[in-house]
């Protein structure tokens, strides 16, 4: 009942810029969180960055001062600007929300999955 919609993601040099989009959308209630992680091939998925509903904030080490996550709790939205992009961040994005839907659920919620490729 949770649909998750991801945006953003593409090809880019080292150096560049993208800022990913994740829309929810479905039997949503409430939010607690929303995040992004990744996963590149032979890699375990390992979190990005994550924010609360009332915008605390975690990162990974390896993005911390390159990229800010933010949100929109009345879209149901979360965003994550990543700068200074390095090969290394190459993987595919997932949106990550933990919420509670109208059947009474909590539960984490995951999107398909954006690709983003960092070349150079």
């Known amino acids: 009942q949770v649909q998750l919609v991801e945006s953003g993601g593409g090809l880019v040099q080292a150096g560049g810029s993208l800022r990913l989009s994740c829309a929810a959308s479905g039997s949503i209630v409430s939010i607690y969180a929303m995040g992004w992680y990744r996963q590149a091939p032979g890699k375990q998925r390992e979190l990005v960055a994550t924010?609360?509903?009332?915008?605390?904030?975690n990162y990974a080490t390896s993005v911390k001062g390159r990229s800010t996550i933010s949100r929109d709790n009345a879209k149901n939205t979360v965003y994550l600007q990543m700068n200074s992009l390095k090969p290394e961040d190459t993987a595919i994005y997932y949106c990550?929300?933990?919420?509670?839907?109208?059947?009474?659920?909590?539960?984490?919620?995951w999107g398909q999955g954006t690709q983003v490729t960092v070349s150079s």
């Open positions: 990550n929300i933990q919420a509670w839907t109208q059947g009474g659920e909590f539960d984490n919620y």
């Open positions: 924010i609360t509903s009332v915008g605390g904030t």
